[in-house]
């Protein structure tokens, strides 16, 4: 009786040991089967990684290429101004050119007046001479007309010299006031060109620090990508998963929601699955972190990676996950929690995936 008690209680030994191998090799394959797949996701991660910098490189590369477009057209702005000016110099220079012309043709109309007077005179002169011995009574009326005449002359003479000074002056005063008008607006003009440089100079440090911004913004994503896949490892190396945060609020705090399969389980559950192959791991539907990457981008219009507040229900919406005002809040609470009213890629990302 006791040695049957003996071989019955050595056999239940022997099959509880069994069950405790079973139990090991079936949390070892288990095991495995996360570590496989936590190397996938490394590697994914990496190549995400690298294209990011490669499109950050492409969009430098860019931004030199229209930089150097737009010293050419500064370039090309400036000899056309300088063809401006040289125009306009040509074109004062025509107007005085035909001023002075204008001003010899009056004096060679004067000067002609001035010599059929002279020659009048001579033939006046002449006449007097010849017709002297008939008029000799009448010399003293001759020469008292001819002195009337001479005066008239004299007259005439200093009107015209007094028309041409006052010509002369009205010339010069309008070549003087023209081109004061002139100067006034290349004055002008250089200001201009002044303020549009100092513009130019503003909008380049504006530029400079965007660039710095969106640097920034890459170093935050892959610090927070490098992060989240640390944290999951270590999560899985405890036997504890992570957080499903988006399960979470999708439910209000229980459960999958039923418009988006959760994308986390339980430890229970994890454990219970069979071992599944890295394109099959996420369920048919589930968005992946290149749709999640482009719905972000649609509501990012200023391309800083980040959004406000007011666009996650939309983003949520464009996902698959339609919250209610609740769910809605408590997202925003996880997300924002510094109270900015902006959320990031990598926090959304990291919120996401968690």
């Not at 209610?324 to 925003?332: D, E, T, V, Y």
């Amino acid at each position: 009786m006791a040695s049957d008690d003996a071989v019955a209680a050595m056999a239940r030994s022997i099959l509880a040991e069994k069950r405790a191998r079973k139990v090991a090799e079936d949390d070892a394959l288990r095991l495995y089967n996360r570590v496989r797949q936590l190397q996938k996701e490394e590697d994914r991660a990496q190549k995400r990684i690298i294209e990011t910098k490669k499109k950050a490189k492409e969009i430098i590369k860019a931004r030199e290429r229209n930089e150097q477009k737009l010293l050419e057209k500064e370039q090309r702005q400036r000899e056309l101004q300088e063809q401006v000016e040289e125009q306009k110099l040509d074109n004062l220079r025509a107007k005085e050119e035909a001023l002075r012309h204008r001003i010899e043709q009056e004096n060679k109309i004067y000067q002609d007046k001035l010599d059929v007077v002279q020659k009048t005179k001579e033939e006046r002169a002449e006449i007097e001479r010849l017709l002297a011995e008939s008029r000799l009574l009448a010399r003293k009326e001759a020469l008292e007309q001819k002195d009337f005449i001479r005066k008239q002359q004299e007259d005439a003479r200093r009107k015209i010299e007094t028309l041409k000074l006052q010509k002369l002056t009205a010339a010069q005063e309008e070549y003087e006031r023209r081109l004061k008008e002139e100067i006034d607006a290349k004055i002008a003009k250089e200001q201009e060109i002044e303020r549009l440089a100092q513009m130019e100079l503003e909008l380049i440090e504006r530029l400079k620090s965007k660039q710095a911004e969106q640097r920034k913004a890459y170093q935050q994503l892959e610090a927070v990508l490098s992060l989240g896949t640390v944290s999951t490892s270590k999560g899985l190396a405890n036997g504890k998963p992570a957080s499903p945060k988006v399960t979470a609020v999708a439910t209000g705090g229980g459960g999958a929601s039923p418009e988006r399969p959760s994308s986390n389980m339980s430890h229970t559950s994890a454990a219970s699955m069979p071992y599944q192959p890295a394109d099959e791991a996420v369920p048919d539907g589930e968005p992946t972190e290149e749709d999640v990457a482009r719905a972000f981008a649609i509501y990012d219009t200023d391309g800083i990676g980040e959004i406000s507040t007011l666009s996650l229900d939309g983003l949520l919406r464009d996902l698959g996950v339609p919250l209610n005002p609740s769910q809605l809040s408590q997202a925003i609470a996880q997300l924002d929690t510094s109270q900015t009213g902006r959320i990031t890629f990598g926090e959304f990302l990291l919120w996401w995936k968690g």
